[in-house]
């Protein structure tokens, strides 16, 4: 059983919104922290944000106020809401999640990764 699966990414022009979604197992979403990041070509993959098993989310300086995290535990689904779309935002997306919201998370060392979503931003 693949432990994180992504899906909503997609192309959008400039200025526009895209919703991604992360499908998680239940064993996962109820003992982890989950987030997202983020990888272009040649790049390290960047993090974007985490939300705490409760709930508390965290943010990247260079997304916040353009991107929100959600969970919902109904269907042990983990969003990111993405807003004000640029070219530069274009990669693919990966969902992510480790025992807890930390350092080593955001270091790019979670436990599970998605297989990831591209999103692609046109000017």
């Known amino acids: 059983q693949v432990p994180l699966v992504e899906s909503g990414g997609g192309s959008v022009r400039a200025g526009g919104s895209l919703r991604l979604s992360c499908a998680a197992s239940?064993?996962?979403?109820?003992?982890?922290?989950m987030g997202w990041f983020r990888q272009t070509p040649g790049n390290q993959r960047e993090f974007l944000s985490h939300?705490?098993?409760?709930?508390?989310?965290y943010y990247a300086g260079s997304v916040r106020g353009r991107f929100t995290i959600s969970k919902e535990s109904a269907n042990n689904n983990v969003y990111l809401q993405m807003y004000n779309l640029t070219p530069e935002d274009t990669a693919i997306y990966y969902c992510?999640?480790?025992?807890?919201?930390?350092?080593?998370?955001?270091?790019?060392?979670?436990?599970?990764w998605g297989q990831g979503t591209q999103v692609t931003v046109s000017s």
């Open positions: 939300i705490t098993k409760n709930g508390y989310p």
């Open positions: 239940a064993s996962i979403y109820s003992t982890s922290c």
């Open positions: 992510a999640a480790a025992t807890d919201c930390d350092n080593r998370f955001r270091d790019g060392l979670p436990l599970y």
